[in-house]
């Protein structure tokens, strides 16, 4: 609207000079209207826009999907093929592949089960058809470079890849790979973790199940053994990881968790021990007051935000 108004603006101002004038005129005109701004096609070709729209399908219909893995094989060239495997290698092995951008010992994988193809446990199947995406707790338009690195600083307690690293871009270019077949912005059958009612988490009760149903793999303190990762203490994900919030951790506890014996806590166990877990302590994340811009954080953040805290003041 603005840049329409903008250049037709400026054609009047012009249209008493030359007429290599009118020629820049027109051709702004052209670029600025009929090149970018698709809400207000030429008047000559209204007509046949609308017959081509009439046989697409609708745009920004969300479609729900099933979910499939993608095979190799479906990755006819090979030097497409060698990034999606060094993308895949980099997740399974973060902290020894760029140890400078890993801050614990957590690998993706750690949360990622089965290098991201796990339905239920945060897939990363269809997750390049996902992105760009408003995130609340951001407050922009992500783009999936920027959701990885929320967890290289987060979930990693690292830092932030360089995006134009051939690192990112075979991180990327695995995640595409899971991600073929998938309409952008389609929801996938199984994605995110199966969310679990909220219960009041008792720490005690938390206390006493991590003892017998967890300590064997991540160890008494906490610190992790060679069989499982630290889930707390300072090779853990830091307190402004998605984890940190009690409604993701019970939820992924009860669906991942034990191990071996997946999905045979109850809700209300699942959130005593996630409670546990998450009042130790654990690396903190220094910018975390950030977080929620809008003021608008769910409700089990474990920290107050700057905009919470304004708006609680009344602005
Ligand atoms: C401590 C657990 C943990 C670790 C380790 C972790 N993540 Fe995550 N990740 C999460 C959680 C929790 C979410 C949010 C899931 C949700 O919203 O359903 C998430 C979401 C994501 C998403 C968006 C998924 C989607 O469906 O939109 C991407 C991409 C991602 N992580 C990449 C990574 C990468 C890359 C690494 C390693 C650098 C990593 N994660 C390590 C916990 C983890
Ligand atoms: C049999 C061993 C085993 C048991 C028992 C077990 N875990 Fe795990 N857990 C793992 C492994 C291994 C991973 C990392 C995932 C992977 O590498 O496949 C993991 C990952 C996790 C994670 C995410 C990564 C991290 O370290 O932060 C959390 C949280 C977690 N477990 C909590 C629990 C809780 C709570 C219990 C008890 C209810 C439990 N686990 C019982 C083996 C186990």
């Given amino acids: 609207m603005a840049l329409r108004s903008a250049s037709i603006r400026w054609i009047t101002v012009t249209a008493v000079t030359a007429a290599a004038a009118v020629a820049v005129a027109t051709l702004a005109t052209a670029c600025t209207v009929e090149r970018y701004e698709p809400r207000f096609p030429a008047d000559t070709s209204r007509a046949a826009n609308e017959a081509d729209a009439a046989t697409l399908p609708t745009p920004n219909l969300v479609r729900r999907v099933a979910f499939r893995v993608p095979l190799e094989s479906e990755v006819a060239d090979t030097v497409?093929?060698?990034?999606?495997?060094?993308?895949?290698?980099?997740?399974?092995?973060?902290?020894?592949?760029?140890?400078?951008?890993?801050?614990?010992?957590?690998?993706?994988?750690?949360?990622?089960?089965?290098?991201?193809?796990?339905?239920?446990?945060?897939?990363?199947?269809?997750?390049?058809?996902?992105?760009?995406?408003?995130?609340?707790?951001?407050?922009?338009?992500?783009?999936?470079?920027?959701?990885?690195?929320?967890?290289?600083?987060?979930?990693?307690?690292?830092?932030?890849?360089?995006?134009?690293?051939?690192?990112m871009r075979d991180i990327i270019n695995y995640f595409a790979f899971l991600s073929l077949g998938y309409p952008q912005g389609a929801e996938v059958v199984g994605q995110g973790i199966p969310p679990v009612a909220p219960l009041p988490g008792n720490e005690a009760r938390g206390r006493a199940i991590y003892a017998s149903k967890c300590a064997v793999c991540h160890g008494v303190n906490g610190q992790g053994t060679q069989t499982a990762p630290p889930v707390w203490g300072p090779q853990s994900y830091n307190v402004g990881a998605g984890m940190t919030r009690v409604r993701t951790a019970a939820a992924f506890i009860k669906e991942l968790m034990p191990q071996n014996a997946p999905r045979t806590l109850s809700a209300q166990e699942a959130y005593d021990v996630a409670t546990f877990i998450n009042k130790k302590p654990r690396p903190d994340f220094k910018t975390k007051e950030r977080d929620w811009p809008r003021g608008d954080p769910p409700p089990d953040v474990a920290y107050q935000t700057n905009a919470a805290r304004a708006k609680a003041r009344g602005r």
Wanted: charged share 25%.
């Fill in 80 to 167: 497409m093929l060698r990034s999606v495997r060094r993308g895949r290698a980099l997740l399974r092995n973060t902290r020894d592949s760029l140890r400078s951008y890993v801050g614990n010992r957590l690998q993706c994988v750690s949360c990622h089960a089965l290098d991201g193809t796990q339905q239920n446990a945060m897939p990363w199947v269809g997750v390049y058809a996902r992105f760009p995406q408003y995130r609340a707790r951001s407050g922009y338009v992500q783009i999936i470079e920027d959701r990885i690195n929320d967890c290289f600083k987060r979930s990693m307690n690292g830092r932030a890849l360089i995006p134009e690293s051939r690192e």
